[in-house]
């Protein structure tokens, strides 16, 4: 385990419902990130938090909320999603350095 | 000058062989590379990191070559098992937050 804690660790939902996943790490880092990765683009970055601010969203539709309340979670809300948005969601975190440690995902399964 | 371009995108390797993926990068304020080792339904997982002011870097059987001049880094297995069977990324940063730049991933199998 790298202290990078991902719930759920698999969703189904429906592209009407609202649903949100959760990070968690309680190592000290000050940033936090949340990548897709997909079959088509392996390592996708969609935002970045750095000290609860988001500095970096990559173009992300407006159907992906990030919300950082704390050093230590990172929500990724969402809502009407499309099927090509099935895909492994993962959280990182790091401290200063760019080392970035990762959860094991929520795999996101659109139906 | 952002990207990290890494290959092979696939990788088949008997068995005690040796496995090597190789990554090229274009910004010189690099100052940091780590290699991820991803299982699959896991995240990846930093695996080895170096910075420019050394050209190798040995942990176990996994080494990283880094050549300045070029800009290359390579990671290289040494008697490849089975159990090495899984996505390596390379990656590329600056100091301070700001995020890695990924490669594309190489899926590397290891054969008996």
């Known amino acids: 385990e790298t202290g990078v804690t991902q719930t759920p660790r698999h969703l189904v939902m429906g592209m009407t419902n609202k649903k949100s996943l959760k990070c968690e790490q309680h190592l000290g880092h000050n940033a936090m990130y949340w990548y897709k990765q997909s079959a088509k683009k392996p390592l996708e970055l969609m935002f970045v938090y750095s000290l609860e601010e988001r500095v970096e969203n990559n173009s992300v539709p407006s159907r992906f909320s990030p919300e950082c309340p704390n050093s230590s979670h990172l929500f990724l809300h969402l809502h009407t999603l499309q099927p090509e948005d099935s895909a492994l969601y993962l959280c990182?975190?790091?401290?200063?350095?760019?080392?970035?440690?990762f959860g094991s995902g929520t795999r996101l399964t659109v139906v | 000058q952002q990207q990290v371009k890494q290959s092979p995108q696939s990788l088949i390797v008997q068995k005690g062989g040796i496995s090597i993926i190789n990554c090229a990068y274009e910004n010189t304020a690099f100052d940091y590379f780590p290699w991820y080792q991803q299982f699959p339904g896991k995240g990846p997982a930093l695996l080895i990191a170096i910075r420019p002011d050394v050209s190798e870097k040995k942990e176990g059987r996994f080494t990283i070559s880094f050549n300045k001049s070029a800009k290359q880094f390579s990671l290289h297995i040494m008697d490849s098992q089975p159990g090495d069977s899984a996505t390596y990324f390379c990656?590329?940063?600056?100091?301070?937050?700001?995020?890695?730049?990924f490669g594309k991933g190489t899926r590397l199998s290891v054969i008996a």
């Open positions: 990182a975190s790091s401290r200063n350095t760019g080392t970035q440690l």
């Open positions: 990656a590329a940063g600056t100091s301070g937050n700001t995020p890695l730049v």
